[in-house]
């Protein structure tokens, strides 16, 4: 009978470890620290395989040929490709992924018990003798205790594991199956404790005061699946195992990488044989982690800008993050593609690393310079908000370019809806790092493609200063509306993104009944707070920021004149305060709007219940001028379910959605080629023609908005997996219209042209 073979390797000898870590260290380019390597030496399979022939004087470095040399936006790497026992690395809470999962440092509220705190990493920095700031090319954190430690990489483990159902196969069985295909990337990190260690009997501390773990940057997956496979938890594997892990007894901690390391791969060994070798369904865990036994791996060994590290490391990361594979939330993956451009902005030297730590939500936001010391909570999201914002949307030329580039988009006036709406989830996503739990990220989708290509501007005023003009000030209160509303309605569940079907979904009513939900876009709820009483709508902003700098308690009701009520703000309250059907709740004052404006004389006569005199216009019809504001909040017309010209269908209006605003106005007069004009007055000629270039002007924005309407319905086919949205009948209804307006459209120019003065 062949002898079975002994799959897991012990670790090299303690001279050959030291070898190894000597020949890295005296390898050009190589800046990490001697004690980050000797917490890996003991993994590595044949540490002598990557290192070259001595020179000279007997010393030896790295091979060439393992090295490798990664270069992002933020800055270059070095990396050595190794071979590693598969039990090694460590689940990384500054992953990306997982990075929703946590209470950021950028929320300035209270962590809340469901989520744990994300703790700052810095570079590895020591001052030398000469009193200079030395970097190395490592990170380095505080922790408050040995426990709070384990907890954080558990938790890593658990938000992992909570994203397992996004990705389309089960790696677990694809590791024990088929091993591991492509190395993982790691960094060093070094964990110091602040609180000082229990003692035995002897004096002697229980347990390090620090500890040193290669975290992994790229394949946190990967790592996660083989330690569990090893049935060695990934905090074990940083902060000691215990013996029970190792086939001995009790929960005594083992410390020592080489020692542990021995004793698992013995114990594995013992556990293959015994198994009879490999066989995928036998259920012994070395059976299973055979194949996973040895892997390689890549370690961060230098870099030529360490103070970066943080941001190099995850900027090589990145790029799985903005064109993801399916394991990525919507929110996760929003904040990583925000991320990818602050870090681009700061490689351009277009940002300061500070702030970007800060936008990035690696800092607090009270380290941004000039913060108010007495700044509240929804004040330091706002400041944060509002910076990501214009970042999101510059109107600075270079940032313009940058951003481009970086998320490979058109120039910015071919800027379409997708690319638009990529960025506001975005900005939506990494807004949401600083509230108390995230959002769906489409809540940003709020912007008009012509209105924010060249950039958003802000009026930089304080949130406090808007608030407080907001009931008289125009300008504050569309500032409110435009960028706050929709975020702080959605942080506390007075609104959400519209998701698809309604159909047997149901609210609760105030009174404990049920009553069905209200499906509307976010674009409807914006406009149903301008529509409505100025008054309660600046009441109802002021109360959300209220809830906010009072531990995000839930906010309160508000009467029609301002007045706080007692019961808590519901979502039922709102679509009834500010309903979505004609965006004006019964009996509001009627607020003048473009279509009274535009209306022709024959409108007015017969909205007014007058006869229109054959001689001439109306002698009480008004002659006002057509103006369209791009940003004023004006009340839209009741939108027709059918489409305006001919009666095919429109493909928004199947499931009661709204299509999006041209502008924000809706224009509904009817066509002048219907209207008989006879011995019409100057007044109204300079009025139609004043209406005709504004319907001129909005023909380019209706076309992309069709064809916008169509991507947005193309993007949720696919994510509902739909075959077909649209009956044939309502598809030919559509198509037929597009030639008759072709048509209208081909004899505008020859009509203009009638009606024009001749050129000199």
Not at 255 to 283: C, I, K, M
Not at 512 to 521: C, L, S
Not at 718 to 735: G, T
Request: with cysteine; charged share 30%; net charge negative.
């Amino acid at each position: 009978m062949a002898e079975v073979e002994r799959p897991f390797p012990l670790p090299a000898s303690k001279e050959e470890q030291e070898e190894w870590i000597d020949a890295v260290l005296a390898t050009p380019g190589v800046n990490v620290l001697r004690g980050a390597l000797s917490n890996i030496a003991p993994f590595l399979v044949e540490p002598g395989s990557s290192l070259g022939l001595p020179d000279g004087a007997g010393r030896r470095r790295l091979a060439e040929s393992a090295l490798r040399r990664i270069v992002t936006d933020a800055g270059d790497m070095t990396v050595v490709a190794v071979r590693t026992h598969g039990v090694g690395g460590v689940v990384w809470e500054n992953n990306e992924r997982i990075s929703s999962a946590w209470h950021s440092l950028a929320d300035p509220s209270e962590v809340k018990e469901n989520r744990r705190a994300l703790v700052q990493v810095r570079p590895w920095t020591r001052e030398t003798p000469e009193g200079r700031e030395e970097v190395f090319a490592a990170l380095r954190t505080t922790v408050a205790s040995r426990a709070e430690l384990i907890a954080n990489v558990d938790r890593a483990v658990e938000a992992l594991n909570d994203r397992v159902g996004h990705r389309p196969y089960d790696l677990q069985q694809d590791l024990i199956l088929n091993g591991q295909q492509e190395p993982c990337l790691f960094v060093a990190q070094q964990f110091q404790l602040d609180e000082a260690p229990l003692e035995d009997e002897d004096g002697r501390p229980l347990h390090p005061t620090e500890h040193w773990g290669w975290m992994a940057v790229r394949g946190n997956n990967r790592t996660k699946e083989r330690q569990q496979i090893f049935e060695v938890p990934s905090a074990e594997v940083l902060t000691g195992v215990p013996l029970k892990r190792l086939g001995g007894e009790g929960e005594k901690l083992v410390f020592d990488a080489h020692e542990w390391l021995t004793a698992l791969s013995d114990t594995l060994n013992q556990e293959y044989v015994a198994a009879g070798g490999w066989d995928p369904d036998r259920p012994s865990r070395a059976v299973r982690a055979k194949n996973v036994a040895v892997v390689d791996a890549h370690l961060v060994v230098g870099s030529s800008t360490p103070r970066r590290l943080y941001r190099i490391v995850q900027m090589s990361n990145r790029r799985d993050h903005v064109h993801p594979p399916l394991e990525f939330t919507q929110n996760d993956r929003g904040r990583a593609l925000a991320r990818s451009v602050l870090g681009a902005y700061v490689a351009a030297g277009r940002l300061d690393e500070e702030t970007a730590q800060v936008l990035s939500g690696s800092a607090p936001v009270t380290d941004l310079p000039g913060v108010p010391g007495d700044a509240s909570t929804s004040e330091l999201r706002d400041l944060r908000a509002m910076m990501l914002l214009q970042e999101l949307f510059p109107t600075e030329r270079n940032k313009r370019f940058l951003i481009r580039r970086a998320l490979s988009e058109a120039p910015p006036s071919q800027l379409s809806a997708p690319e638009v709406n990529r960025r506001a989830r975005a900005w939506s996503a990494l807004t949401s790092e600083s509230y108390s739990s995230p959002w769906n990220p489409r809540i940003g989708e709020m912007f008009q493609v012509s209105d924010v290509r060249e950039g958003i501007e802000l009026s930089g005023r304080p949130l406090r200063d808007l608030l407080a003009a907001a009931a008289t000030d125009d300008a504050a209160f569309e500032e409110l509306v435009s960028y706050r509303a929709a975020h702080w309605l959605a942080t506390f569940d007075i609104i959400d993104a519209d998701r698809g079907s309604l159909t047997g979904q149901k609210a609760d009513e105030d009174d404990a009944t049920e009553a069905t939900r209200v499906r509307r876009t976010v674009r409807n709820t914006l406009n149903a707070l301008r529509n409505n009483s100025r008054k309660q709508a600046v009441a109802v902003l002021s109360e959300l920021a209220l809830a906010m700098d009072q531990g995000d308690r839930k906010p309160r009701k508000v009467s029609s004149s301002g007045e706080r009520l007692v019961e808590p703000m519901t979502r039922a309250w709102f679509n009834r305060e500010f309903p979505k059907e004609t965006g004006k709740r019964p009996g509001t004052p009627k607020i003048p709007n473009a279509r009274a404006a535009a209306a022709p004389p024959k409108a007015l006569a017969a909205a007014h219940g007058r006869p229109r005199s054959a001689a001439g216009p109306v002698d009480a019809a008004p002659a006002l001028p057509l103006s369209v504001s791009v940003n004023a909040p004006v009340a839209p017309a009741p939108r027709p379910t059918t489409a305006t010209v001919g009666a095919g269908p429109r493909p928004d209006a199947q499931d009661g959605r709204e299509a999006p605003d041209a502008r924000g106005t809706e224009f509904a007069a009817p066509l002048l080629a219907n209207d008989h004009i006879p011995g019409v007055g100057a007044s109204c000629l300079e009025q139609w023609a004043d209406e005709l270039k504004v319907r001129v002007s909005r023909l380019l924005d209706e076309s992309r908005q069709a064809k916008e309407v169509l991507e947005r319905m193309d993007d949720r086919a696919r994510e509902e997996d739909v075959s077909s949205v649209f009956s044939r009948q309502q598809a030919d209804a559509i198509v037929r219209e597009i030639p008759r307006t072709l048509r209208t459209l081909r004899e505008l120019p020859e009509l203009v042209e009638a009606l024009t003065e001749p050129a000199d």
